[in-house]
């Protein structure tokens, strides 16, 4: 006969499965509740249980037997409900009480696909090595035979050109009494082209960011531009750009993105003719590299007032944007009309390029946008770039790393002699370990004109928990702990946009300070060093071949 | 950091003007090359002004290749000049040192200049391609009314080697380089002045945006520019690139080179094409620390500086002659007589032009276009 209960617990998973345990102590917990409380996933719990403590009294030892109920803080053996490792709980302890640690012996992925539904989330690929960025090295220093610039007293220019550049000879010019003017007479097409600073903050959406964090970052934005004096521009994403900040002259550093589900587009084509300024450029996005053939999906319940505002949609449904766009026939009609279609729209004064996910077949789309003379610029995203919503195999198994993308598009254009007319924007996993100013100038100087940072971003100016350990990496479910990428009052009300404004300003100045340290000692200080791939090197053979660099060790 | 010679005068004077100079410089420079470049030539050279001259070194059997080859290609030998070998201490003389005077074959006689002086140019190159893997044939100009001469070694014992101080060779306008070899092998190929149909350069210092500029220059589909064994031979080509292909006036090779930024562009008549023409030759900008001393087909002369002037250079001189030189000692040895407080030092923002026949100097600043 069978037990009325299971006392093997046979159907249980241990603890050991987890990625994340729970360290709790009770010799220092006080008992507030504070930490399940705030426990995005509800993965620990007050519970009572009851203890036996042999204690004795009185001066001669008279063991005796207590039994005694007690309230103990547990976590919960429910793979729906699993430690994410955010540590939200040890923010809030008082007592330093509490604290999840990571457990590398997890089999976390061989049980979160219940209901045969796969484990989707956020972040980035879950892998904590050192990526080929972060090991190239800047070794050729300026000593002696070429004295080295000063990063504090020498003029630097640490600009770039976002749009189609013409090559020189084709420029509309003839001389006037031994000086050049631009001939009006010759019917030329001169392409628009910014000069920004050569980071820019990639595409996140208001929708799958809260508002004070997208706020926050537009705010920061502004103030560099204005105050600072550093042409800082950001991507809006796909998800369409609050009302107001398109009829602000603040458009001027936004960059628009349309994606495979149009949202937003409506609004923002109508607010055309009340535009007092152009955005910096539109970005069609054709691929991301987190989720390299995948479609965007924003959750019903992240679909609130002001984004089915924005967005031109209705409250509390499922936003899905397709992995393709419907009108995506060929590179040659749809991707050229595409872009055709958005220059027109601003009158050919706005740079229109395509952002594709890193993939082997990038320089064949680079060929036919090298053949195309509208397409601003191409953005390559690679495979360590982060996402709101995307499933863990897209994210840990799908795309390509950057740095080989970058550098091979780069010596292909160099082939034809159009590595200035076609700028190539790096993204994805840039800064992954800190280093923005340094995998910028890596990127740099192995042929990329700018680089795209999204990831980092949150984790530095909004202190993201996600991590490359899976840490938190809740964005998809609108519960983010910290307020940066959910919908809900309760959760974003943590978060400061002011204070988030602030950081952006303090990463970019500091980054701007770096990478003059780095091109100083370099000997660049008048034009960015694109393609300067002599000054690169690294400590694995291969790596150095691949990239045409130099091996050092 | 090598050292620069260059005079510009109307009347013809040897090149050991230029070598004496460079001798006064002498902590500058350490004999792991000298070059010299002279144009519009007198002496034995004057007869032949019309003429395109080859200048190079060869082996016995590289001489005959080269026999073989000018032979096939058209062209008939008019004249040999070679230098008055003197043996001295510690420079190993090779077979030939030759300057030939070449006719243009048949078929090219009544051609524009501009196809004749890409036949030029194309021989060359073919040339040093058949002469570069075994070291038997260098060829350094192949132009009319030019001749180069380079060879490894100290400038005034390689003055005395060449013997060119009995040798009645001159020229209006001479350029000479001591080199002082820092990056790359000493190299025959990497010694300054270089050459490219009518536009010559040389330059101190070093090119940190070496690599992006040979990348942009190597990608023109121009098949004069190969070579780079020196980081130097750049500058020449982008002024070739400049003023030859680009048909840009000779003030914006500094444009290029030495772009302005954007709030001083504004100050310029010439703004909008100022605009394009920085953002279509970003990948020349320099950064320095330079200074290129030339000449171009005309006879200008120039002298021109990195855009912070982290090296030296100075002009001076007497209307009828001009020496730009890279320290001003060699501007004292090379013309003593001139007034010293009429010198010019180019700032960052200056263009030193010398009018063909050291008629005038002339100072372009950049800021005021």
Redesign the interface.
């Known amino acids: 006969m069978e037990p009325a209960t299971r006392l093997d617990h046979n159907h249980k998973l241990s603890l050991r499965e987890f990625p994340y345990i729970i360290r709790w102590r009770d010799d220092r917990c006080k008992r507030c509740g504070s930490c399940t409380a705030v426990c995005p996933v509800k993965a620990i719990e007050p519970t009572v249980k009851v203890q036996r403590i042999i204690q004795s009294e009185g001066p001669v030892p008279t063991p005796t037997a207590v039994r005694r109920i007690v309230h103990v803080i547990e976590q919960v053996t429910d793979m729906e409900r699993y430690c994410t490792g955010c540590g939200a709980c040890t923010l809030v302890c008082p007592n330093e009480a509490i604290e999840p640690e990571y457990n590398p012996q997890n089999k976390f992925l061989h049980f979160k696909n219940r209901g045969g539904e796969g484990y989707k989330r956020g972040g980035r690929k879950n892998d904590p090595s050192i990526s080929t960025l972060d090991r190239l090295k800047f070794t ?1 220093i ?1 000593m002696l ?3 080295a ?1 000063d990063a504090g007293r ?2 630097f ?1 640490v600009r770039t ?1 976002l749009g189609r ?5 084709e ?1 509309p ?1 003839r ?1 006037v009494n ?5 001939d009006k007479e010759i019917d030329k097409f ?1 392409p628009p ?1 910014r ?1 920004i600073f050569p980071i820019m903050i990639g595409s996140m959406s208001v929708g799958a960011l809260s508002p004070p964090m997208w706020e926050g970052l537009a705010m920061g934005v502004a103030y560099l531009n204005e105050v600072e004096g550093l042409p800082v521009v950001m991507c809006t994403g796909e998800g369409g750009v609050p009302p107001r900040l398109l009829k602000s002259r603040f458009l001027k550093y936004i960059t628009i993105q349309i994606a495979s589900g149009y949202f937003g587009w409506d609004e923002i084509i109508h607010a055309i003719p009340h535009m007092v300024e152009d955005p910096a450029a539109i970005e069609i996005k054709y691929g991301q590299g987190a989720k390299p053939g995948d479609g965007g999906l924003l959750m019903a319940q992240k679909v609130l007032k002001l984004i089915a505002s924005i967005r031109g949609v209705p409250q509390f449904v499922d936003l899905a944007s397709p992995p393709t766009h419907q009108t995506e026939y060929s590179i040659e009609e749809a991707v050229a009309k595409m872009i055709q279609s958005m220059s027109m729209a601003w009158g050919f004064r706005v740079p229109v390029y395509p952002k594709i996910s890193g993939t082997k077949t990038a320089r064949a789309v680079l060929n036919n946008l090298a053949r195309n003379p509208y397409a601003a610029a191409l953005s390559i995203d690679g495979e360590d770039g982060g996402t709101g919503a995307a499933y863990n195999v897209s994210l840990d198994k799908m795309g390509h790393p950057i740095a080989s993308n970058i550098r091979e598009c780069y010596l292909d254009l ?4 159009k ?2 007319e076609l700028p190539l924007i790096a993204a994805g996993g840039i800064a992954k370990k800190g280093n923005l100013a340094a995998n910028a100038a890596a990127l740099i100087m192995l042929g990329a004109s700018a680089v795209s940072v999204g990831k980092y971003m949150l984790q530095a100016t909004a202190n993201c928990f996600g991590d490359e350990y899976n840490r938190c990496n809740l964005c998809n479910t609108g519960k983010c702990p910290r307020g940066i990428t959910t919908q809900d009052p309760k959760l974003y009300r943590r978060l400061d946009s002011d204070k988030v404004a602030e950081r952006v300003v303090e990463v970019f100045k500091a980054a701007d300070v770096e990478l003059k340290k780095i091109f100083a000692p ?6 960015l ?6 000054g690169l090197s690294v400590d694995d053979k291969a790596i150095a071949e691949r990239l045409e660099i130099s091996y050092a060790c | 950091m090598c050292r620069l010679a260059a005079i510009t005068s109307n009347e013809y004077f040897s090149p050991m003007e230029n070598i004496l100079a460079l001798e006064t410089m002498k902590e500058g420079h350490d004999g792991s090359g000298l070059g010299l470049t002279l144009k519009d030539l007198g002496g034995e050279f004057k007869e032949f002004k019309k003429y395109p001259i080859l200048s190079g070194i060869c082996s016995k059997k590289g001489s005959k290749t080269l026999n073989d080859f000018m032979d096939k290609a058209g062209f008939k030998l008019k004249d040999i000049w070679a230098p008055k070998i003197k043996h001295v201490k510690g420079i190993t003389p090779r077979d030939h040192y030759f300057a030939r005077v070449y006719d243009y074959p048949t078929s090219y006689k009544h051609k524009p200049m501009s196809e004749k002086e890409d036949l030029l140019m194309n021989i060359r190159v073919v040339l040093r391609k058949i002469g570069e893997p075994d070291e038997s044939i260098f060829v350094f100009s192949f132009y009319p009314d030019v001749l180069t001469l380079k060879e490894v070694g100290d400038p005034l014992q390689l003055g005395e080697f060449f013997g060119l101080d009995r040798d009645n060779i001159k020229a209006k306008i001479i350029l000479a380089q001591g080199r002082q070899n820092t990056n790359y092998t000493i190299y025959l190929y990497a010694c300054h002045p270089f050459f490219i149909q009518g536009y010559c350069s040389m330059t101190n210092g070093e090119n940190t945006a070496f690599v992006p500029i040979r990348e942009f220059l190597m990608s023109r589909g121009f098949p004069g520019y190969v070579g780079y064994n020196s980081d130097s031979e750049v500058f020449t080509h982008i002024l070739h690139y400049t003023v030859r292909q680009l048909a840009f006036p000779l003030t914006y090779y500094k444009d290029v080179i030495t772009p302005l930024k954007a709030s001083e562009i504004q100050t310029r008549d010439d703004r909008d094409a100022l605009r394009l023409i920085k953002q279509s030759l970003r990948p020349l900008c320099i950064d320095g620390p330079n200074v290129i001393i030339g000449f171009v087909p005309d006879g200008t002369c120039f002298m021109v500086h990195d855009s912070k002037k982290l090296r030296p250079g100075v002009v001076g001189g007497v209307k009828g002659k001009y020496a730009l030189m890279s320290e001003e000692c060699g501007l004292d040895r090379a013309i003593p007589e001139r007034n010293k407080s009429e010198d010019i030092f180019p700032m960052k923002y200056d263009m030193v032009m010398v009018k063909p026949h050291a008629e005038e100097v002339k100072v372009w600043n950049q800021l005021q276009g």
């Open positions: 050729r300026s035979t070429d004295p610039l020498h003029e220019r050109l550049i013409l090559p020189p000879d420029l010019l001389k031994g000086k050049l003017v631009v001169i082209v000069e160099v082939k034809q002699g590595q200035n370099m000997g660049r200080s008048t034009e060093p694109i393609g300067m791939s002599d």
